[in-house]
């Protein structure tokens, strides 16, 4: 089979084909540095302030990053890592409140099941899921919430603050195997912003403050468009793989 990235790379141009032949120009799509594909992982910067809230206070982005990874487990099990390497420096400063996924509208999130690697001191309250159901900041729907614990006095420990990295392996309780690429997908529209790869929800912020904001992935229109043609032609031809 080929790998994936190469097979990203054979059906872009079809999709900028199909783009040019419905008479629409693009711009050349310069690829988003907060985005990073390769033969198994995508991995996501989450870097813009997007509510009108109040941003993180580090200068060096991204603020947090999120990446999947399909060579661990079987062929229906992801590693989903989240790190916040790059909020307030201190457990008293930013944490990451709410964390926000998308998932291949062809299957289930409602099939995903979520097994602990590692969360250290920062153990979500809780994992939901359901289709289009959750929103950031009334903007976007989402399918994956990992809600993580907000500030609590006395115990600030237990909050995902800046440093810290959360793990999962996420496994898919359907018939069909799933990617790194199955959490590569937008947000549906559903409010004044959007749509979003990932989002997430920070508090205390600017580090420490009594602000907070929301961040998310916001890719540039054109490369946008053709992610998002790229990988509808890429599902296309695995499924077709598939029969
Ligand atoms: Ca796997
Ligand atoms: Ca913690
Ligand atoms: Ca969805």
New binding site residues.
Partial sequence: MLSKAVLLWKMVPLACATVLAAGIVLLAPAARAGIIVTDNTVSFGLDEEFSGGEAPGSATLPWVTATFDDTFGGSQTVRLTMSADNLGPN?NGENINLFLFNFDPLLDPNLLTFTVVDF???EPDAINTGIDAFMANGDGNFDIAFLFPPPIAGNS?????GG?TVIYDITYTGAEDIFASSFFFFSDMGGGQGSFISAAQIQMTPDGGSGSGWIGVIPEPSTGLLVGLGLAALGLGRRRGNR
């Fill in positions: 457990k250290q001191d920062s420990n237990a909050r995902f603050t810290e």
